[in-house]
């Protein structure tokens, strides 16, 4: 019973093309996070999602939007890919920024290749 | 803006030696402070979470400290097995935001 789960674990694609990476959360979480992993493994939060809304969004090219559709769900696309999206992408979940004790989960990751 | 900064970046110890890793952030203004062990080609694993108003907190071989007015933290792990072998990370939550900002991470390396 997995607490948070990514989908594809890996992903090789195209320079320009269009994919989306899905994760979920059975943990009964209420906000949820998309970190990216760089060569050097250097780990830097992009998006967080409390309750379906949009908290936290960092400096990202507007070719990443992410969707919350539930609680349990956020999915990540990346349009138009280029070489330097490469990375490995990590999903996580908590409970609300004011409700201690606050730690988060973090799903496995999905490598994403861009060729 | 705050930095974490983690060392040393690697560490190759006998298997039986105790040892410290180290974790400084720049602005002690922080919510909590989280230890997560990441083995090559997986995710995080949280290993230890300091609330900001705790001195401590311990898991079986694993002690983490934290003294916020200096910006430091320390991972103390006790008898190191082959198993622990893996990159050790600290994230600090600022403020009153959700963000944890990561430090650089210390690679370990435990030799039988």
């Known amino acids: 019973d997995t607490a948070v789960s990514q989908t594809p674990k890996y992903l090789v694609t195209q320079m320009g093309n269009d994919k989306s990476i899905k994760c979920e959360q059975n943990?009964?979480?209420?906000?949820m996070y998309w970190y990216k992993q760089d060569s050097k493994k250097f780990l830097k939060i992009m998006f967080s999602y409390n309750n379906k809304e949009l908290i936290i969004n960092e400096t990202v090219p507007n070719r990443f939007s992410p969707k919350s559709p539930d609680k349990a769900h956020l999915n990540l696309h990346i349009n138009s890919l280029e070489l330097g999206d490469s990375a490995v992408y990590f999903c996580?979940?908590?409970?609300?920024?004011?409700?201690?004790?606050?730690?988060?989960?973090f799903g496995p990751g999905t490598r994403l290749t861009v060729t | 803006k705050q930095e974490v900064t983690q060392i040393p970046a690697a560490l190759s110890v006998p298997e039986g030696e105790n040892l410290v890793l180290n974790c400084s952030f720049t602005?002690?203004?922080?919510?909590?402070l989280q230890w997560f062990r990441q083995d090559p080609g997986k995710g995080l694993t949280s290993l230890l979470l300091i609330q900001s108003s705790q001195r401590e907190q311990t898991s079986g071989r694993l002690n983490a400290s934290l003294d916020k007015s200096s910006g430091r933290s320390t991972l103390y792990i006790a008898a190191s097995q082959p198993g622990d072998s893996a990159t050790y990370l600290c994230?600090?939550?600022?403020?009153?935001?959700?963000?944890?900002?990561f430090g650089t991470g210390t690679l370990l390396a435990v030799q039988p």
């Open positions: 994230a600090v939550r600022g403020g009153a935001t959700n963000k944890l900002i």
């Open positions: 996580a979940s908590s409970q609300p920024p004011l409700a201690a004790p606050y730690e988060q989960y």
């Open positions: 943990l009964g979480h209420d906000t």
């Open positions: 602005d002690s203004a922080i919510y909590n």
